[in-house]
């Protein structure tokens, strides 16, 4: 059992079972809250090629109408979603890599991303066969470079703070300000977060979001392993078909 800064106490269990037969039995107490770091995460993709004057950015209108031209012209992901599966369009980005083409990201059940893994990773809009990928999305506060929150969030030790952490050399300023970042002193660089794991000076010389990065690389496989339908497959087979957000 562990205890809150507000005096609060976190108990965690071995299993669900576990923790379930604990409510029955403290069910007359006050509730106890559920460590969201141990929800497991409904899968996500991303959906590359979209025609940039059909479907646009911030346009509800254009999620709609797509969200029905993938249900027309894929009859799996249809049959999935009758049966109450999800599929969740969340938004519509500008591609920058390709200016005529914008790309969406979608919240899914397990069984629609088998799927789609089953179609090679492809979904048909309209008459475009368009690309997927997997999305393994870490969530980072730039403002203390630590993972798990945002900048302003309450878990951020420096929140209300004009304390910054820079991601390059771990000083106190922005990291679009940093020297040893300008001047391309690579080797000088020092991540931050393995600066307080007491990490070597060889192991901490790289950005903390550097890919080579020791922490970075335990939070991607973090969410790997709490993500549903990410079981059973091997990390190497799953960043082929994956991009890391």
Same mark, same amino acid.
């Given at each position: 059992?562990?205890?809150?800064?507000?005096?609060?106490?976190?108990?965690?269990?071995?299993?669900?079972?576990?923790?379930?037969?604990?409510?029955?039995?403290?069910?007359?107490?006050?509730?106890?809250?559920?460590?969201?770091?141990?929800?497991?995460?409904?899968?996500?993709?991303?959906?590359?090629?979209?025609?940039?004057?059909?479907?646009?950015?911030?346009?509800?209108?254009?999620?709609?109408?797509?969200?029905?031209?993938?249900?027309?012209?894929?009859?799996?992901?249809?049959?999935?979603?009758?049966?109450?599966?999800?599929?969740?369009?969340?938004?519509?980005?500008?591609?920058?890599?390709?200016?005529?083409? @914008?790309?969406? =990201?979608?919240?899914?059940?397990?069984?629609?991303?088998?799927? #789609? *893994? $089953?179609?090679?990773?492809?979904?048909? &809009?309209?008459?475009?066969?368009?690309?997927?990928?997997?999305?393994?999305?870490?969530?980072?506060?730039?403002?203390?470079?630590?993972?798990?929150?945002?900048?302003?969030?309450?878990?951020?030790?420096?929140?209300?703070?004009?304390?910054?952490?820079?991601?390059?050399?771990?000083?106190?300023?922005?990291?679009?300000?940093?020297?040893?970042?300008?001047?391309?002193?690579?080797?000088?660089?020092?991540?931050?977060?393995?600066?307080?794991?007491?990490?070597? @000076?060889?192991? =901490?010389?790289?950005?903390?979001?550097?890919?080579?990065?020791? #922490? *970075? $690389?335990?939070?991607?496989?973090?969410? &790997?392993?709490?993500?549903?339908?990410?079981?059973?497959?091997?990390?190497?087979?799953?960043?082929?078909?994956?991009?890391?957000?």
């Amino acid at each position: 059992m562990a205890m809150t800064k507000s005096g609060d106490g976190i108990i965690s269990f071995p299993s669900q079972s576990h923790r379930d037969e604990a409510l029955c039995q403290l069910s007359d107490l006050n509730p106890i809250s559920e460590d969201s770091n141990l929800r497991p995460l409904h899968p996500k993709i991303t959906i590359y090629g979209l025609p940039n004057d059909e479907y646009i950015p911030d346009d509800e209108n254009s999620l709609n109408n797509l969200h029905g031209a993938i249900l027309n012209k894929n009859s799996l992901i249809e049959e999935l979603v009758k049966e109450g599966k999800m599929f969740d369009l969340l938004f519509i980005r500008k591609d920058s890599k390709k200016p005529s083409c @914008n790309y969406a =990201v979608a919240k899914l059940d397990p069984d629609v991303l088998k799927a #789609i *893994r $089953l179609n090679n990773h492809k979904i048909f &809009i309209d008459f475009i066969s368009c690309r997927v990928s997997e999305r393994i999305h870490l969530i980072q506060c730039y403002q203390c470079q630590k993972f798990g929150h945002k900048k302003d969030s309450d878990d951020c030790k420096y929140k209300n703070s004009n304390k910054q952490v820079c991601m390059y050399c771990s000083g106190d300023h922005k990291s679009s300000n940093c020297q040893t970042k300008a001047d391309k002193k690579f080797q000088a660089f020092r991540c931050a977060n393995c600066v307080d794991s007491s990490l070597n @000076n060889q192991e =901490v010389s790289h950005a903390t979001t550097s890919s080579k990065c020791p #922490i *970075r $690389l335990k939070q991607i496989n973090n969410v &790997i392993n709490k993500t549903m339908g990410f079981e059973g497959l091997s990390k190497n087979a799953l960043r082929n078909n994956a991009i890391i957000t």
